[in-house]
């Protein structure tokens, strides 16, 4: 990480410095009447956007919760791939690998031929594939993320604090009004449980779980089935003699059902989802009256000759698997032309198993997308109408996410006698998992062509990380202190684009070159997004950030012969930024332009979007498209 581009300020690095115009949060401050952006919900949607939020101190935002405090256990624990590296982003993704447990390997257990009434195993699979992505896959307990992205809210510009003991109530939109339309009901939960306030928002968010009233009030309804099957969930510390117990195993009886075993943070704790009854078409589980004595009860039937001896039950539920989702993730009815101005966000707009681990990940994910949207809309950065991409972009990722678990859920619920696939040896759960690793692992995700995602006009350039994509980071070396790392990590979670220029054949940045051509006209051509869309008050770098990578080594670059936009002078005390050129990793992790695919007679320019999602792909020389393509939905910077 950088600090210090504005003087030296002892103390922790990530405490930013306060902004002057943030909220009174002095006890008894009233609440304020009206705010910019309302968040409702402190669950990992909910959160992750605050905190994207809380970093532009310009924006005012409050996210309000009507529980009393802070989640302490429970609820969502896996962490996949993509999100990890979301994390990295927010910087605390190194943290999260600190803390977790890493799930290296699944085991699958069935019942032996030989005894059906007992299990054996039958065989493994390595759960993230190798290249998929430099971040491992992670099980921690939910509110372990909550608390992380609090403190990121916490040490932001705005000190952005939840407002906990307030529900949303009631949601209502003036589409004729322009500032702050949206009349908002909050209902007090706390010490003055049921007295109301209303205030006025610009955007609404609804991260309000699934009995969502953000999306109740704006007319969505979500549509879907369920699969009439009871599972219960239970956090344990226990003795076995299970000699998996500390890998991800999915277990299935002969006729007592299954169960899905996920070792938990800190060596000792595990979860466990055990399958229970079958529902009648009519019924809810809450009638079952069925407890965590029944899910131990029946993890025992079904992991027979193993037993467990729980000493304690840390957490538990019951549910019902059911996937549903809503028609539209926004306030703007089908056929209607306006731009929308509240949004539905994680369960609040879908719903499905947990036993895939996308539940947390996806909602995550959705605010992920909405926030850098929202946050150049408020900036004038771009035109109120980027804010319908993220419907349209979401939405199809949520009809995927729900169809591919609705298929999984079942695969894992049948009987083992149905598991053979095609004669196959392997059974099929086995088998559909293995299938399913990219989706799992979040990287299935593919957006397709928009004003925000260009068609893959110039994708033979870089093979290796499609567009529409997320950008798949690779091992590079920094030119400037011959630091080892991983590229995508020079990004961060601060709504800025980035380009990296990844440079031909003998190219190494001397006068004339391509990356000096390149760097040159993004620094001073009036046609070129960063002269056009940076504003006099900021960083050259501060909408647009140039990386260079090189095929040399480090010590083959004369750096004083780098462009000035790769070493750019910032801040208040106008410091030279050193870190952004890079070339190929000589140390042995892997060379960047064979492991994406890129041109190395050529090279190319990656343009990634503020979510780290492709969004372009150009030749060096390919100015006027990257001029058109920016200049599709940002607003000059005069005009700001």
């Not at 953000?214 to 226990?238: K, Y």
């Not at 209607?336 to 966000?345: C, G, H, K, L, Q």
């Not at 190494?508 to 000096?516: K, Q, V």
């Amino acid at each position: 990480m950088q600090y210090y581009v504005d003087g030296f300020r002892g103390g922790d690095p990530d405490l930013k410095a306060a902004a002057p115009c943030r909220r009174d949060r002095s006890p008894f401050a009233p609440l304020p009447d009206k705010v910019d952006v309302l968040i409702a919900g402190c669950g990992p949607a909910g959160l992750c956007l605050a905190a994207q939020l809380s970093q532009f101190p310009e924006i005012d935002v409050m996210i309000v919760e009507r529980k009393p405090g802070p989640m302490e256990k429970g609820q969502a624990d896996g962490v996949n791939t993509r999100t990890m590296e979301m994390f990295q982003a927010f910087g605390f993704g190194e943290k999260v690998k600190r803390e977790s447990y890493w799930v290296n390997q699944t085991a699958f257990w069935t019942p032996d031929p030989e005894n059906p009434a007992h299990v054996r195993r039958i065989g493994r699979v390595q759960d993230v594939a190798d290249d998929s992505s430099e971040m491992p896959h992670t099980l921690i307990n939910q509110a372990r993320i909550h608390e992380l992205f609090l403190d990121v809210m916490r040490k932001s510009p705005a000190r952005l604090e939840p407002d906990y003991g307030w529900s949303v109530t009631g949601v209502s939109v003036d589409p004729d009004t322009e500032d702050h339309p949206v009349t908002v009901t909050l209902e007090n939960t706390g010490v003055n449980a049921g007295s109301t306030r209303t205030l006025r928002a610009n955007y609404v968010v609804g991260c309000d779980g699934a009995r969502s009233n953000v999306r109740r009030a704006i007319g969505g309804t979500l549509h879907g089935d369920a699969a009439h099957q009871a599972w219960g969930v239970m956090d344990i510390l226990a003795n076995t003699d299970f000699p998996d117990i500390r890998q991800k195993c999915i277990v299935a009886s002969a006729g007592e059902g299954n169960v899905l075993i996920l070792p938990r943070e800190g060596g000792y704790l595990f979860r466990m989802y055990v399958e229970l009854d079958k529902l009648a078409p009519d019924e809810r589980v809450s009638s079952r009256n069925l407890t965590s004595e029944h899910m131990i009860a029946a993890a025992n039937r079904i992991m027979r000759p193993y037993t467990i001896d729980v000493k304690e039950v840390v957490w538990w539920s019951v549910y019902e698997i059911g996937h549903r989702m809503t028609d539209r993730f926004d306030d703007v009815p089908t056929g209607e032309d306006r731009n929308p101005r509240v949004f539905t966000a994680g369960d609040a707009c879908h719903t499905h198993s947990p036993k895939a681990g996308q539940g947390m990940n996806v909602s995550m994910q959705d605010t992920f997308n909405l926030g850098w949207k929202l946050a150049h809309v408020f900036q004038g950065r771009a035109d109120a109408s980027l804010l319908r991409s993220y419907s349209a972009e979401r939405w199809l990722e949520a009809k995927r996410l729900v169809e591919t678990d609705h298929k999984w859920a079942r695969i894992m619920s049948a009987p083992p006698g149905e598991s053979e696939l095609d004669g196959s040896d392997v059974p099929r759960v086995q088998k559909q998992f293995v299938e399913n690793l990219e989706f799992t692992g979040g990287l299935a995700v593919e957006y397709v062509p928009s004003s925000i995602v260009a068609e893959p006009v110039h994708q033979a350039l870089a093979t290796g990380i499609g567009i529409g994509r997320r950008f798949h980071s690779a091992p590079v070396v920094r030119v400037s202190d011959a630091m080892q790392m991983q590229l995508g990590h020079a990004a961060e979670a601060d709504g800025r684009w980035r380009i990296y220029a990844f440079a031909g054949k003998d190219d190494g940045a001397a006068p004339g070159s391509a990356i000096h051509r390149l760097a040159a006209w993004l620094e001073s051509d009036p046609a070129s997004p960063v002269v056009k869309y940076t504003r006099r008050d900021e960083d050259i770098d501060g909408l647009i950030d140039l990386r260079a990578v090189f095929q040399q080594t480090f010590d083959q670059l004369a750096y004083e012969q780098m462009p000035a936009l790769l070493k750019p002078v910032k801040g208040r005390l106008g410091l030279q930024d050193y870190e952004k050129v890079f070339c190929t990793d000589h140390k042995g992790l892997g060379d960047i332009f064979d492991m994406r695919g890129i041109d190395r007679g050529q090279g190319c320019m990656v343009v990634v979007r503020p979510d780290q999602y492709i969004a372009n792909i150009l030749p060096l020389d390919g100015f006027a498209e990257l001029a058109a393509f920016f200049d599709g939905f940002l607003v000059p910077a005069a005009a700001a």
